[in-house]
T-cell receptor, first 112, second 115 residues
Framework: GENVEQHPSTLSVQEGDSAVIKCTYSDSASNYFPWYKQELGKRPQLIIDIRSNVGEKKDQRIAVTLNKTAKHFSLHITETQPEDSAVYFCAASMSNTGKLIFGQGTTLQVKP | NAGVMQNPRHLVRRRGQEARLRCSPMKGHSHVYWYRQLPEEGLKFMVYLQKENIIDESGMPKERFSAEFPKEGPSILRIQQVVRGDSAAYFC?????????????FGSGTQLSVL
């Protein structure tokens, strides 16, 4: 079955710097890749997603890139702010199913 | 739109008791998913349901766990004879179905603690 590996497990950056989180997946049939942000004790919230027919997608300070050949995708956060501090999860699935396979999570700390 | 509603937020059970977790999907959503999150881990898929149907239960433990989504009322995740290893956060998510079935919206979760 599908397996998603996420790195790094923890990431600490200075406010204003960029943060990059990387994920790899095993099942070449996967074609939907969302990213979720989870603050302590709260629900995971979808922040951006990408489908396999697109190589890059951007939403303000957040961007996601996908390399289908290498089976990896990355989250890029620019101009980080303290409120970006949270755990970020990548996930993969085949289109039209909510059966997401999640990575292990990255704890991002943005220092003021 | 109240979003995905889960209750209770916190549930404490002693070993051997039953736990019932409830989930009401977002208005207009007919697909419900249950995920389990152990401390400092990612979410693990458990089961996918539509009204009155279990579509995929490949992530459910074979014993003690069951789920339903009746025609009326919330989806229920039921854990019988709970053990300490069942302690986790259980998240429900819903989706509209159709061509955006994978776009999940999560509830606030139920934190189950087994004493």
């Amino acid at each position: 079955g599908e397996n998603v590996e996420q790195h790094p497990s923890t990431l600490s950056v200075q406010e204003g710097d960029s943060a990059v989180i990387k994920c790899t997946y095993s099942d070449s049939a996967s074609n939907y890749f969302p990213w979720y942000k989870q603050e302590l004790g709260k629900r995971p919230q979808l922040i951006i997603d990408i489908r396999s027919n697109v190589g890059e997608k951007k939403d303000q300070r957040i961007a996601v890139t996908l390399n289908k050949t290498a089976k990896h995708f990355s989250l890029h956060i620019t101009e980080t702010q303290p409120e970006d501090s949270a755990v970020y999860f990548c996930a993969a699935s085949m289109s039209n199913t909510g059966k997401l396979i999640f990575g292990q999570g990255t704890t991002l700390q943005v220092k003021p | 739109n109240a979003g995905v509603m889960q209750n209770p937020r916190h549930l404490v059970r002693r070993r051997g008791q039953e736990a019932r977790l409830r989930c009401s999907p977002m208005k207009g959503h007919s697909h419900v998913y249950w995920y389990r999150q152990l401390p400092e881990e990612g979410l693990k898929f458990m089961v996918y349901l539509q009204k009155e149907n279990i579509i995929d239960e490949s992530g459910m433990p074979k014993e003690r766990f069951s789920a339903e989504f009746p025609k009326e009322g919330p989806s229920i995740l039921r854990i019988q004879q709970v053990v300490r290893g069942d302690s986790a956060a259980y998240f429900c998510a819903s989706s509209p179905g159709g061509t955006v079935n994978e776009k999940l919206f999560f509830g606030s979760g139920t934190q189950l603690s087994v004493l």
